[in-house]
Structure formats: C-alpha cells, structure tokens
C-alpha cells in the first residue's frame, strides 16, 4: 500500500518523461509475472526464458508473490543504478513496476485459486 501511495505522490510532481516512465514501469511490471504462463501475452514473446521459469516455478508460484515484488524491484532499481540513470527518473520507473505488479497480484487474490502470500 505504501508503494502505491508514493506512486500516486510522484505523479503528482512528475515531468512529462517521469510519468512515461511511470506507466511504463506499470505495464511492465502488470505483465512481468505472466512470464511464466505459456498463454501470455508476455510469456509468448520470451519463450526462451518462460520454459525454464515455467518447469522450475509453475504457474502462479514464486512468481505470484509480495516476496516477488520486493525482489523485483530491488533487481531494477540496482540494475538502473548500474546502468548511472539518474535517480529522477529510476525511482518512477521502478515505482511504476511496484504499482503494476502489486495490482497483478490483488486481481490473483480475488481468483478462486488466489496466489501466495509469501
């Protein structure tokens, strides 16, 4: 919830190029956890990477999880940070894959099979 908020704080304050940035961190990270499904929109376009993901994870596994979410963005933000973009425009990116994978998950929730917490 706190990443949502910030979200919807930066937003407010954000230049043009900040809230691309945004929302395409947010389709982004709606679509990443798909990756694992062979059916996706994204899964299809890396099937190199969904098959390995998919045999050692499956489905709605790790994936599908707030231990997911923490991880991956960490993983993009310390990969932003490597790559010296300028924490203006990281910090949006990476709260706009938080927001989009965080509203992935509470539409898993509200499936019969849910997803995992942890």
């Known amino acids: 919830m706190c990443i949502v908020v910030a979200s919807l704080r930066c937003a407010q304050r954000a230049q043009p190029s900040q809230m691309m940035l945004m929302l395409g961190g947010g389709i982004l990270g709606s679509m990443i956890l798909d990756i694992d499904h062979s059916q996706s929109a994204f899964g299809k376009r890396v099937l190199p990477l969904l098959i390995p993901i998919a045999t050692v994870f ?50 898993g929730w509200l499936t019969i099979s849910g997803v995992p917490l942890l």
């Open 58 to 107: 499956g489905h709605r596994g790790i994936s599908h999880s707030l231990l997911a979410v923490a991880g991956m963005s960490w993983l993009i933000w310390w990969s932003l940070h490597h790559l010296r973009w300028h924490q203006g425009y990281a910090v949006p990116m990476v709260a706009g894959v938080a927001t989009g994978y965080l509203s992935h998950l509470a539409g």
